[in-house]
């Protein structure tokens, strides 16, 4: 290993996290993962999509008969498990992994992500590129922590985006992934990728603007909120909870370039977090996510026995913890900017106290 | 037939130069011809191994000209590219030599 690569303040536990990552650089995973596991089975398949879609609309139809706003607020977060339920339905398309037919993996996956008015070649490109880079401190999509340096030279908006979504505002951080990449095809360096994003575009336009006319025609503008944007926000909300928390710890740091790898990111760098068994049917094993990674192809109903088998071949490296709210709290109130003395994060105070200690020693 | 035009223009690329990226000799050329053009200088003036700094480019350069070379060579490349690598030919080899954020 080159130490020349490593934070200047890098510890123990880092460089062995970089040199299990150098170790797993050529190292076979997917092979761990039985042939019989990667079968589509249509039917199971579709049974996810009719549960979320089910799960999604049931839930509009109870907030519009519900008796009191308070009512229907607790009812969002229903409604916004069902729509991240679809989007993790349009996850298995984007992966090809639904069904063998392609038409059928993108039809369904239009369908699937028109409650998110997210065009779905657009999030399909993106989310590959999140697969080609996890972690990669400067080629990930999702969730990639910027220095405070870094920080202090970006726009004022930016600034106010990034300190908002790393923190309290952290359940709208998908609406900013959205917000950047879903409607600007000029993202994607293919032209391929950018026709395919205009027509995904288009979809979501025609379709999405006439689901919102009738609401508006039918129902007026409290019809628009209460069903369709209040429950497009609440599975923002169950999707950024989500990502954020597969890729990002105190301790599971993004890397620079030159200490990354793709097998260690499959591997390393992600946390499977434990759910209860109706959480694991509702949200279709999204948080099996290490074998997910390892693997794409795995159809979502086949994650449980790829993560076993995983575990069987590497044990001890798949990072497996329960899903608490105490976690997500140290996630945003600690993990804010890449510290690149240590390698991990700061918080935003203590970022912000290392300035001030700097500033009072060139003073001096 | 104009607005169909321009409705169609609304959903397709304008024609782009597109370089595959293990071709060292015309990604050179496509930035020698992109850094002449910024600079307003004739192309033989340059010199693909004069480090940028001498140039006087901006990062501005650099992250607008990373996100048109991205279109290029249809690869997603790091926003640090011209930053990591000083002249022309050290860029070239980066993407030419390693394609591994593809």
Redesign the interface.
């Known amino acids: 290993m080159n130490d020349a690569h490593l934070p200047k303040n890098a510890d123990a536990k880092y460089i062995q996290y970089i040199e299990h990552i150098e170790a797993l650089k050529k190292e076979p995973l997917g092979k761990a993962i039985p042939k019989a596991l990667f079968k589509k089975n249509v039917l199971k398949s579709l049974a996810g999509f009719v549960i979320s879609y089910s799960l999604y609309i049931g839930s509009i139809i109870a907030i519009a008969y519900s008796p009191h706003w308070s009512v229907s607020l607790l009812l969002l977060l229903p409604a916004g498990l069902g729509g991240w339920g679809l989007h993790c339905i349009a996850h298995d398309c984007g992966h090809g992994s639904f069904s063998n037919s392609r038409i059928v993996n993108t039809l369904v996956g239009h369908l699937a992500l028109i409650p998110l008015l997210y065009p779905f070649h657009a999030w399909r490109h993106v989310h590959n590129?999140h697969h080609?880079?996890t972690n990669?401190l400067?080629?990930d999509t999702d969730w990639r922590p910027i220095s405070k340096s870094v920080y202090d030279r970006m726009p004022f908006i930016d600034r106010v985006v990034y300190l908002f979504t790393r923190s309290f505002g952290f359940w709208a951080g998908t609406v900013h992934y959205w917000w950047v990449s879903a409607f600007r095809?000029?993202f994607f360096?293919?032209?391929k990728q950018?026709?395919e994003v205009?027509?995904s575009m288009?979809f979501v336009i025609i379709a999405g603007g006439a689901i919102i006319t009738l609401l508006a025609m039918y129902t007026g503008l409290h019809g628009v909120l209460w069903y369709f944007v209040l429950p497009l926000l609440a599975t923002h909300a169950w999707f950024s909870v989500t990502t954020l928390m597969h890729h990002t710890e105190e301790d599971v740091p993004f890397l620079e370039?030159k200490n990354w790898s793709?097998n260690g990111s499959r591997i390393l760098l992600t946390t499977d977090y434990i759910y209860p068994k109706w959480l694991l049917l509702l949200t279709h094993n999204i948080s099996i996510h290490a074998a997910h990674h390892v693997s794409p192809t795995v159809p979502f109903y086949n994650l449980p026995k790829a993560q076993a088998a995983l575990e069987a071949a590497y044990p001890g490296m798949i990072r497996q913890a329960p899903f608490t709210f105490k976690t997500l709290w140290r996630i945003i109130t600690r993990c804010h900017f890449y510290d690149p003395q240590t390698g991990y994060y700061q918080s935003f105070s203590q970022a912000k106290n290392t300035s001030a200690e700097k500033t009072a020693h060139n003073a001096d | 037939m104009s607005f169909l035009t321009s409705i169609k223009g609304?959903?397709?690329?304008k024609d782009?130069t597109?370089i595959s990226s293990q071709d060292d000799a015309a990604i050179k050329a496509w930035l020698m011809q992109r850094l002449a053009k910024h600079l307003k200088k004739d192309i033989n003036e340059l010199d693909s191994a004069t480090p940028f700094e001498q140039y006087g480019l901006d990062s501005m350069f650099a992250v607008r000209v990373t996100?048109e070379l991205?279109?290029v060579?249809?690869?997603?490349?790091?926003?640090?590219l011209f930053f990591e690598n000083s002249c022309i030919d050290e860029v070239v080899s980066e993407i030419t030599g390693s394609t591994?954020?593809?």
Do not use: C
Request: proline share 11%; hydrophobic share 30%; no cysteine.
């Open positions: 590129m080609s880079a990669n400067e080629m095809p000029s360096p293919q032209k950018r026709n205009r027509r288009l370039r793709l | 609304m959903f397709s690329d782009n597109v996100g991205e279109k060579v249809e690869l997603r490349l790091s926003p640090a591994p954020n593809s």
